[in-house]
């Protein structure tokens, strides 16, 4: 739900008849999470919500239709974020201040592809931490390209493409921490792999958020990350797969299977999966498991990773076999999977029982 001109994704949703809409507000009804983050939402780059996710919440989760209950949300977190914004400086060195090349994270205006979390629990809002500031070259161990940026693009480039948050949910009376983030794709390179190196670092954030790593600083000055007793759920769409693409993969690798995350989940028995992805062909051969894919490119990119010390009683993809009537939900009118059609990403859903 992005779009290159700010304000579009708001008009689009102030009426309940967008097909493409339609079509993602019965996956999720369909579906039914209890939480839920969507990737790629516009709306301010400075956070909040511009009246474009209560009109999606409005107009179409609250609609019913096919047969589908109403869906509601009451609490919602539109974060702040680095797409779109202007550097001070030139960061790809063409001379110019211009977005997207220019952006402290990819984006034509400031929100563009950002991302929202819906819930049906509390969040805590006074208790969310965020390291949208954190510097790049600040980050221990960083691989920032060391001939690509200038000195003073150095200085001013983030580590975070969009945010990395972390946000208090309250389920009956336990607290579960979201930490949610989306990483920059690793591609667009050049040989200096920029993109690649910065989604490597994105995630080895995520491990020392979880990790409660002493030397982290949140956009408030409070040290370090979660609390070593935390429950918690990394959610997101990580541009990262541990079998194939084109990003280093030992970040990803360690994320799944660090102590702290539920192996079962993560890179066990209990992975997410569909029935439809297997018969997907995409356009390149892979190795990974068709049936774990969450992308139509063939990529397991998007998670849901539990900490370990959570209960999961299933998982999956919302990825519909072929004889499914709920597989016109992800394909055009020719009944090609398309990302027109709805997106190119897939839903992944965890239940925990508490």
């Given at each position: 739900m992005s779009a290159p001109e700010a304000g579009k994704?708001?008009?689009?949703?102030?009426?309940?008849?967008?097909?493409?809409?339609?079509?993602?507000?019965?996956?999720?009804?369909?579906?039914?999470?209890?939480?839920?983050?969507?990737?790629?939402?516009?709306?301010?780059?400075?956070g909040g919500d511009d009246g474009a996710l209560e009109n999606f919440c409005r107009n179409y989760l609250e609609n019913p239709e096919q047969k589908q209950d109403a869906i509601f949300y009451p609490y919602r977190y539109c974060p702040p974020t680095n797409t779109g914004l202007l550097s001070p400086c030139d960061l790809d060195g063409d001379g110019?201040?211009?977005?997207?090349?220019?952006?402290?994270?990819?984006?034509?205006?400031?929100g563009h592809f950002g991302f929202v979390i819906l819930s049906c629990y509390p969040?805590?809002?006074?208790?969310?931490?965020?390291?949208?500031?954190?510097?790049?070259?600040?980050?221990?161990?960083?691989?920032?390209?060391?001939?690509?940026?200038?000195?003073?693009?150095?200085?001013?480039?983030?580590?975070?493409?969009?945010?990395?948050?972390?946000?208090?949910?309250?389920?009956?009376?336990?607290?579960?921490?979201?930490?949610?983030?989306?990483?920059?794709?690793?591609?667009?390179?050049?040989?200096?792999?920029?993109n690649a190196r910065r989604n490597h670092d994105e995630l080895k954030l995520i491990a020392e958020i979880i990790d409660g790593a002493p030397h982290l600083v949140d956009d408030k000055g409070q040290p370090g990350g979660l609390d070593s007793q935390a429950k918690f759920v990394v959610m997101g769409d990580l541009n990262a797969d541990m079998q194939d693409g084109?990003?280093?993969?030992?970040?990803?690798?360690?994320?799944?299977?660090?102590?702290?995350?539920?192996?079962?989940?993560?890179?066990?028995?209990?992975?997410?999966?569909?029935?439809?992805?297997?018969?997907?062909?995409?356009?390149?051969?892979?190795?990974?498991?068709?049936?774990?894919?969450?992308?139509?490119?063939?990529?397991?990119l998007d998670y849901v990773l539990p900490s370990a010390d959570l209960q999961v009683e299933n998982a999956g993809v919302f990825w519909p076999d072929k004889k499914?009537?709920?597989?016109?939900?992800?394909?055009?009118?020719?009944?090609r999977c398309r990302p027109q059609a709805g997106s190119d990403h897939r839903l992944v859903w965890v239940d925990i029982k508490f």
């Open positions: 994704i708001l008009k689009q949703t102030v009426s309940s008849d967008d097909a493409r809409l339609t079509r993602l507000a019965a996956i999720i009804r369909h579906v039914r999470p209890d939480v839920l983050m969507l990737c790629e939402f516009d709306h301010p780059g400075d110019e201040l211009t977005l997207p090349g220019d952006g402290l994270g990819f984006g034509e205006h400031h969040i805590a809002e006074s208790q969310i931490r965020s390291w949208q500031h954190l510097l790049w070259k600040d980050f221990p161990n960083n691989l920032i390209p060391e001939d690509y940026y200038s000195e003073q693009a150095r200085t001013v480039l983030r580590l975070s493409s969009k945010n990395h948050v972390v946000v208090p949910v309250e389920v009956d009376q336990q607290t579960v921490h979201l930490v949610c983030c989306h990483p920059t794709p690793p591609v667009f390179d050049g040989d200096e792999k920029r084109d990003g280093m993969k030992s970040a990803i690798r360690e994320l799944l299977l660090h102590r702290k995350i539920n192996r079962l989940v993560s890179a066990g028995p209990q992975t997410p999966k569909s029935l439809g992805g297997r018969f997907h062909i995409p356009w390149q051969q892979r190795r990974g498991r068709a049936t774990e894919w969450t992308h139509i490119s063939g990529l397991r499914d009537p709920l597989r016109s939900l992800i394909t055009d009118e020719k009944g």
